[in-house]
């Protein structure tokens, strides 16, 4: 079609392309979720299951989209990042949120088929995803974005986890156990768990209360850039044999943990 009278409406295409040098971050979210939890019969506070389901299909946004070197997920969402270089889309806003949504769907549907062969999916209620992307300009704000993810995550899960037990063992019905919990303290959700029903929050599993961290091994495959056909394949091949490792550690504190993952990324 070059060069037909219909090619000017290319140029109604925006530029989004995003800015250099920054760390771009996309975010997935599961659309109505809370609904969808209930129609597949999710074990509550955590479906152990359905978190499996969403390190999978973040496992397959890794290894099929390049240039992400790490991930984070809880709930029913997973944030990824790209190398702050990464020419991928020439950096597209459009381009990498719908190809990470995409695959990212692609991969949890097929994950589900795996993972819960007798609960099969039904064609009108199907796992869907919205995704943004946001810039973070340097290493700090980096950080901080995961910090607020991973606080998010340790503040619901402590009142899921207080809300289900006062449901659950406690015989209190979702309205009264809702009431019982308005204006309480983190110290106040702990103390309820322990004394009123013998359960130390802090032994809970660390994927709920932490979330899962997702990252190479070693990222010995970084894109190259303007790669030749023998450059393409060796890396495609690298990214399919290397290993993703599941982490479900503080990365709000722990600074080893980003010296680690940020001298791999330079
Ligand atoms: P939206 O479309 O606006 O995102 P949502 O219903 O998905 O709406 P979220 O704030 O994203 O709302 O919350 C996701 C909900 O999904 C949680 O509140 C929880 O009820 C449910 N959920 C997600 N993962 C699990 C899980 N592994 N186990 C149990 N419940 C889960
Ligand atoms: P990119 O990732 O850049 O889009 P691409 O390989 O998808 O690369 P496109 O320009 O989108 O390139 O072209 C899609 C190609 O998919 C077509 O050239 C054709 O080879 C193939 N294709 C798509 N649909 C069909 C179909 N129904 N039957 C046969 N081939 C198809
Ligand atoms: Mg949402
Ligand atoms: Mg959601
Ligand atoms: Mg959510
Ligand atoms: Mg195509």
């Given at each position: 079609m070059a060069n037909s009278k219909f090619e000017y409406v290319k140029l109604y295409e925006s530029d989004d392309r995003l800015l250099p040098r920054t760390y771009i971050v996309i975010r997935v979210d599961g659309r109505g979720f809370h609904q969808f939890s209930k129609k597949y019969d999710?074990?509550?506070?955590?479906?152990l299951n359905a978190l499996n389901c969403m390190n999978k299909a973040a496992e397959g946004v890794m290894r099929n989209v390049q240039d992400v070197f790490l991930a984070y997920g809880q709930s029913d969402e997973y944030s990824f990042v790209f190398l702050k270089d990464t020419n991928l889309f020439e950096r597209r806003a459009s381009k990498l949120m719908s190809t990470v949504v995409s695959t990212f769907t692609a991969n949890y549907i097929y994950a589900w088929s795996q993972l819960f062969p007798n609960n099969p999916l039904d064609g009108n209620f199907l796992p869907t995803f919205d995704s943004r992307a946001v810039m973070y300009p340097d290493v700090q704000s980096l950080k901080d974005y995961f910090s607020w993810r991973q606080a998010d995550c340790h503040i619901n899960n402590l009142y899921n986890t207080t809300f289900w037990t006062l449901v659950?063992?406690?015989?209190?019905t979702p309205h009264d156990a809702q009431t019982k919990l308005i204006g309480t303290l983190s110290a106040d959700k702990n103390e309820i768990l322990f004394t009123d029903?013998?359960?130390?929050?802090?032994?809970?599993?660390e994927m709920f209360k932490k979330g899962s961290i997702l990252r190479w091994e070693?990222?010995?495959?970084?894109?190259?850039?303007?790669?030749t056909k023998r450059q393409l394949d060796k890396y495609r091949k690298s990214v399919r044999d290397a290993k993703i490792n599941i982490l479900h550690c503080?990365?709000?504190?722990?600074e080893q943990f980003w010296n680690d993952v940020l001298a791999e990324e330079d």
């Open positions: 999710f074990e509550k506070p955590n479906d659950q063992k406690g015989q209190l029903f013998g359960i130390n929050y802090n032994n809970e599993p070693k990222l010995d495959h970084k894109y190259p850039k303007n790669p503080d990365i709000i504190k722990d």
